[in-house]
């Protein structure tokens, strides 16, 4: 089987994001820039998954400007065998990121693509359903366990007030929720193998995907402050506090 995984390279969980000065993005000049770390867990369970023997390739893709070979150098690192950087210097939203992979699949024809649940510079969590409808392929998302039986998989997934499991027919769709597995750290030797391995650059040109997909962010903002909040001993003081301070806003 072979498996594709598509990685983003998004603001470091542990800096602080901040907004341009004009508010159209995220800053990310002198910013630390990692692999999204929901596409980490991705990474993770397909090079899993082809220790175990289940898998015999595992291809990262990813889509942007050169700056992404970093990260895909990371992912190969990890045990991924091949990477592909689909370049554009444009600003991709999801729908065309969807568009843009399933050319990829046709091109590459994995059994299994593997994505995260949702990038955590903008919170999107759309690009995995919308390629399981565009290849009209089924989708497990947010998955938590992933269990192959027979010619199928069966999926786990975090949904509102439990668990359920799904059996998909490959191929499939799949999307990482946090609990999937931890990813592992990547030894120097690793580091030096994977700059040996092959990262193919594809100008998106090439793809002859259309990028215009009717949604254009106009501005960001930081939400408002929350206002004070107040900590009340006990039920008596909450009482007297709303009857006499409470405004109607
Ligand atoms: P989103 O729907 O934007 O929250 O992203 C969900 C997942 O889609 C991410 O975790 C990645 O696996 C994938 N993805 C989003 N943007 C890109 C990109 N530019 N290149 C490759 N994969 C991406």
Not at 28 to 50: C, H, Q
Request: hydrophobic share 45%.
């Amino acid at each position: 089987m072979k498996i594709l995984v598509a990685v983003k390279r998004v603001p470091d969980f542990k800096t602080s994001v901040r907004l341009k000065a004009d508010g159209s993005g995220i800053e990310t000049v002198n910013v630390k820039m990692s692999i999204n770390p929901f596409d980490e867990i991705a990474i993770e369970e397909a090079v899993r998954l082809k220790e175990q023997g289940t898998a015999k390739e595992v291809i990262v893709v990813s889509i942007g400007d050169v700056a992404l070979q970093e990260i895909l150098r990371t992912a190969l690192a990890m045990g991924a065998d091949r990477a592909l950087l689909v370049r554009t210097e444009e600003e991709v939203q999801p729908l065309s990121v969807a568009r843009i992979l399933a050319a990829v699949v046709q091109k590459e024809a994995p059994q299994l693509v593997i994505l995260g649940k949702q990038a955590i510079d903008s919170d999107n969590n759309q690009v995995g359903q919308m390629l399981a409808g565009l290849l009209n392929w089924p989708q497990g998302c947010f998955a938590s366990r992933l269990r192959f039986e027979g010619a199928g998989l069966q999926v786990t997934r975090e949904i509102d007030g439990g668990l359920e499991t799904l059996a998909l027919s490959l191929p499939a769709v799949i999307t990482t929720d946090l609990r999937l597995n931890e990813p592992r750290y990547i030894s120097l030797p690793n580091i030096v193998q994977a700059k040996r391995k092959l990262l193919e650059v594809l100008p998106l040109e090439t793809l002859a995907v259309s990028l215009s997909c009717g949604m254009k962010v106009l501005k960001l903002s930081v939400p408002e402050k929350k206002r004070n909040a107040v900590r009340v001993e006990n039920a008596a003081e909450l009482v007297r506090l709303l009857k006499e301070e409470a405004k109607v806003l």
